[in-house]
C-alpha cells in the first residue's frame, strides 16, 4: 500500500503518471480534459508531468471524466499528503545529493520491493559505513574529505529510511562474486561488510544471491541496475528501472523497457547460487581472507 514513508517528490509523480495514464486510455484529448475543469492545454500538462498538482476540485471532475469517480477519495488523500510532506533528504546540501539523484532517493523509499543486479560492489542498502568511504574515495579521488563524509552519513541514512521501517519493502539483491571478493579498503573492512550481510540475511524482508564467476556470460553483462516496484493502488504504473552513470543517473519507466530489466534479473536469479546458500558462502570467503 502507499505509506507515510513515500516521498512528496515521488506522491507527485504518481498522481502526474495515473492521470495523464487514466486520461489516455479513455482517448480523450488534452484540450477536452482543459475544457472540464475550465483549464488550459499547459495546464493538463503541467499536473501529468509533475510540475504542478491539481487543485481538489479539478482533480475530482478529471477522475469523473475518467470514469474512476470512485477513487477520488484515494487521489485526494495523496495529494494532500504532497502538499503537506517533507523529502527526508532535505538536511543535505547538493553536494551529498546530485540534482539527478533526488528523484531516485524518494522512489527508493516509497518502493514496495527494491530488487538489484550488483557487479561491480556491494549494494548501497548492505554497505558499511567503512566500506561505503573506501569506495567513495576509490571511485572519486577529486572529493575532499569532507565531500566523502556527507555521502557516507547520505548512504547511512538512506538505509534507516529504507530498511529500518515498521513497513520496510522487500528487498532482493543479486550481487556478483566479483563484487564480493573486491578488495574494498582493507581485508578488515571487506571482513566486516560480509559480516554485516549475513546479518542481514536475516531479515524478513531481505533476501541475496551470489552470482559465481563460474556462471560465464549473462544477462547482467551490461553492469548492475535496480528494478523498483510501487503500491498496487497505482493501477497504471509498471515501476522503474535505474541506472547510474559517473555522471547522471538514467530512469527507464517505459512499461517494455521495465519488463526487459526485470526478465534479465529473473534470469540471473536462475543462473545464482540459491538464497539460501548465502550465509555459507559469505563465511567462506571470510576464512578466505
Request: aromatic residues 8%; charged residues 30%; negative net charge.
Amino acid at each position: 500500500m502507499v505509506t507515510s514513508s513515500s516521498s512528496p517528490t515521488v506522491l507527485k509523480r504518481w498522481i502526474a503518471f495515473e492521470l495523464r495514464k487514466l486520461r489516455e486510455d479513455c482517448r480523450i484529448s488534452r484540450e477536452e480534459a482543459a475544457a472540464v475543469i475550465k483549464g488550459s492545454v499547459p495546464a493538463i500538462g503541467h499536473m501529468e508531468t509533475g510540475r504542478s498538482l491539481p487543485k481538489p476540485l479539478e482533480l475530482e471532475r478529471l477522475l469523473e471524466l475518467y470514469g474512476v469517480a470512485e477513487r477520488s477519495e484515494f487521489f485526494l488523500d495523496l495529494r494532500l499528503r504532497a502538499k503537506k510532506g517533507r523529502d527526508w533528504w532535505i538536511g543535505f546540501d547538493d553536494t551529498a545529493v546530485p540534482e539527478y539523484f533526488k528523484l531516485f532517493l524518494g522512489l527508493e523509499s516509497s518502493a514496495v520491493k527494491i530488487e538489484s543486479w550488483d557487479a561491480i560492489v556491494v549494494p548501497g542498502l548492505f554497505q558499511t559505513p567503512d566500506y561505503a568511504r573506501a569506495i567513495i574515495r576509490g571511485g572519486r579521488p577529486e572529493f575532499p574529505a569532507t565531500e566523502v563524509e556527507k555521502r557516507v552519513e547520505l548512504r547511512m541514512a538512506r538505509q534507516g529510511e529504507v530498511l529500518d521501517q515498521e513497513d520496510a519493502p522487500q528487498v532482493w539483491a543479486v550481487i556478483s562474486e566479483a563484487a564480493l571478493r573486491l578488495q574494498v579498503g582493507s581485508p578488515a573492512i571487506l571482513r566486516a561488510q560480509l559480516e554485516r550481510l549475513v546479518e542481514l540475511r536475516e531479515y524478513p524482508n531481505i533476501e541475496m544471491q551470489v552470482l559465481p564467476a563460474s556462471a560465464g556470460a549473462h544477462t547482467g553483462v551490461d553492469g548492475g541496475f535496480i528494478v523498483l516496484t510501487f503500491p498496487n493502488e497505482l493501477e497504471h504504473d509498471p515501476g522503474c528501472v535505474y541506472i547510474e552513470s559517473r555522471v547522471k543517473g538514467v530512469y527507464y519507466e517505459e512499461p517494455d523497457q521495465v519488463m526487459a530489466y526485470r526478465d534479465a534479473l529473473t534470469r540471473l536469479r536462475v543462473r545464482a547460487d540459491k538464497p539460501e546458500d548465502f550465509p555459507a558462502w559469505a563465511k567462506k570467503a571470510m576464512k578466505e581472507l
